[in-house]
C-alpha cells in the first residue's frame, strides 16, 4: 500500500506560480511512476504530467506544455510539479498518483492517489 500526501496548494493571481509537492510512503519509491491530475468542478479529472520510474521519460499535457515542469527526488520520496504563468484555467484540485507497473494518461490505469490540494487562480 503506498500513501500519497499532496501539498503546496494555493490562491495565486493569473500569471503566478506554485510548486506542488507530492510525498510517498513506498519504501522503494523510485520503482513507481507517479503522475499529476486535475480536475475542476462540474469537470472530469484531467491528465495534467507523469514522470516514469527513473524520472528519464516525462510526459506533460499540451494546455500546461511550457508552463509546468514535473520532476521527482526519489531520496525524498517526492514529486513536484513547478507551475509558473498559472491562468484561471487551471484552477482545479491536483491530485498525485502512483502505480508500480503502468504509466498512462488514463486516470483509471493509477493505483494509488492522493486527497487532493487546491489551486485557485485568479485574472
Do not use: H
Amino acid at each position: 500500500q503506498v500513501q500519497l500526501v499532496e501539498s503546496g496548494g494555493g490562491a495565486v493571481q493569473a500569471g503566478g506560480s506554485l510548486r506542488l509537492s507530492c510525498v510517498a510512503s513506498a519504501r522503494t519509491f523510485s520503482s513507481y511512476a507517479v503522475s499529476w491530475f486535475r480536475q475542476a468542478p462540474a469537470k472530469e479529472r484531467e491528465f495534467v504530467a507523469l514522470i516514469r520510474w527513473s524520472g528519464g521519460v516525462r510526459y506533460v499535457a499540451d494546455p500546461v506544455k511550457g508552463r509546468f515542469t514535473i520532476s521527482r527526488d526519489n531520496a525524498k520520496n517526492t514529486v513536484y510539479l513547478q507551475m509558473d504563468n498559472l491562468q484561471p484555467e487551471d484552477t482545479a484540485v491536483y491530485y498525485c498518483a502512483a502505480d508500480l507497473f503502468r504509466a498512462t494518461r488514463e486516470a483509471r490505469s493509477w493505483s494509488y492517489w492522493g486527497q487532493g490540494t487546491q489551486v485557485t487562480v485568479s485574472s
